[in-house]
């Protein structure tokens, strides 16, 4: 399997960035709207929320560098069903930096996340996350299964150092993440590099420009931080703990012509989330890293889908 190529690209690719038709489905049962407390963001400064729509609460996280508005058409489509609960981290796509950066990160934003589902009662929401979103999923889910709904993970995996070396770990990692964390602080990469990269993740030449903004205007600390966490973080044992039902989408597209297929990106997935039972994982056939940007009706209809089965309906 050429996985060399998919590795090498894609880890290169969220660096970057961070330095700077569907199925008919049946009509949803009417759900009653969900009752939330009043918001106190002084609990959460790693992040805001804008409320929007009714129904079961579904969270929808973004990933590096972008903010809640990422997901404007999932919110679109899902707002007459859910209640979505719209995340945009403090420091990223233009949001001021927290007053205090915390190290880690990524536990800090998992806690405050956990505290804000507490307190505005919200019963096992649906959670959505792109990219670090969608390891702030498993974060959440990890940590407390029972107070997470049904996961839907777009283009994200349990531990991104392994990506490059499935044999990688914690320790082995720290230091070459703590000097990328060093270099990435001071600021962003060239303008060239980041349109490059920018195409390798969406096909959509506005959309790269806005993705490039959205990184241009995110606080360099912030994002080096995060992706320090997400190197030495490793999630690979730890989603064994998860309970609820999970659907992973994943891209490949970007790859091809580094010699990476459909079966080899597909096989990095399962490797990396072998421990979690039950997972089920999709590819898309032509998305590149921002799915719900390069293929939205697939998107959409994989989660609608995934979603209405009895059985993840419940959970």
Known sequence: MKTSAFARRLSVAVLLIGATGPAVLAAPAAVPTTKTG????????????????????????PGLTC?????????????????CHIISLAGFGGAAPAATLA???LPAVRDQLLAYIKTQKLNKPVVVGHS???????ELSTAQPDAIGPLVILDSLPYMAAIQNPAATVETVKPMADNMRQQMKQGHQPA???????????????????????GSASDAPTVAQAMYDMYT?????????????VLVLGAWAAYKQYGSTKESTRAIFTQQYAKLPGVRIEMSEAGRHFLMYDDTAWFLAQADAFLKQPAVAKK
């Not at 009043?38 to 996280?61: S, Y």
């Not at 990269?197 to 993705?211: E, I, L, N, S």
């Open 38 to 61: 009043a918001d106190n963001p002084a609990l959460h400064p790693a992040f805001t929320v804008r409320v929007v729509g009714k129904g079961r609460p579904m969270l929808l996280i």
């Open 233 to 245: 973080i490793d999630l690979r044992s730890d989603v064994s703990r998860i309970q609820q039902p």
């Open 103 to 105: 190290d880690p990160l």
């Open 192 to 214: 060239a590099a980041q349109r490059q990269m920018a195409a390798g993740m969406v096909t959509d030449t506005a959309r790269q420009a806005q993705v490039m903004r959205w």
């Open 67 to 83: 903010p809640g508005a990422v997901w404007d058409e999932a919110v679109a489509h899902y707002q007459t069903q859910y209640q």
């Open 132 to 138: 670090l979103g969608g390891f702030m999923a498993l």
